[in-house]
């Protein structure tokens, strides 16, 4: 259905440059709800207002921040309902605290084994690579916690 949009709305390249969003990015957040679909000009083209912008730019730093789709969804949703306790909204972010903290600690963990291991290659040739030979062999890491490696940080 194609709306008249009012003229203050902008486009979605301007919105992709005022937000730092790629435009693909944009029509996701659309596509998964995060954003209301946008306006349509007689054209066709996709018009957007400054509350879509506002709303872009929250998405984003929540994102940045390293929150998940599902919890930039609820912390919208909580947006949304301005006159709600906050106390949702905190839990949520003691969460993902407790979250980026632990991984943290697994990163620290995967730096030192990775610093030992580099430390201990003389560099002389691949075939005496202690790099490779460590990560050929996970019996080799010095850390139990280095052997859940990327795998553990995701």
């Known amino acids: 259905m194609t709306h008249t949009p009012k003229t203050d709305t902008i486009g979605i ?3 992709a440059s005022r937000t730092h969003c790629k435009p693909e990015t944009v029509r996701y ?3 998964i709800g ?3 679909d946008a306006l349509r000009n007689e054209g066709n083209q996709r018009r957007y207002s400054e509350a879509t912008v506002q709303r872009l730019m ?3 730093h929540a994102r940045d921040f390293g929150f998940s789709v599902e919890a930039v969804r609820e912390l919208l949703d909580m947006a949304d309902h301005p006159s709600q306790p906050c106390d ?3 839990q949520l972010a003691r969460r993902h605290l407790a979250e980026v903290e632990s991984r943290i600690q697994r ?3 995967l730096r030192d084994e990775l610093k030992r291991t580099v430390a ?3 560099g002389d040739s691949v075939a005496q690579c202690r790099i490779i030979e460590v990560l050929s062999d ?3 890491c010095s850390h139990d916690a280095a052997h859940g490696g990327a795998e553990a940080l995701r």
Request: charged share 25%; glycine share 4%.
């Open 58 to 60: 929250f998405i984003r």
């Open 120 to 122: 201990q290659c003389d």
């Open 34 to 36: 995060l954003l209301p």
């Open 29 to 31: 957040y659309e596509q």
């Open 13 to 15: 390249g301007e919105l």
């Open 107 to 109: 990163l620290m963990v």
């Open 138 to 140: 996970h019996r080799l």
């Open 88 to 90: 949702q909204v905190d």
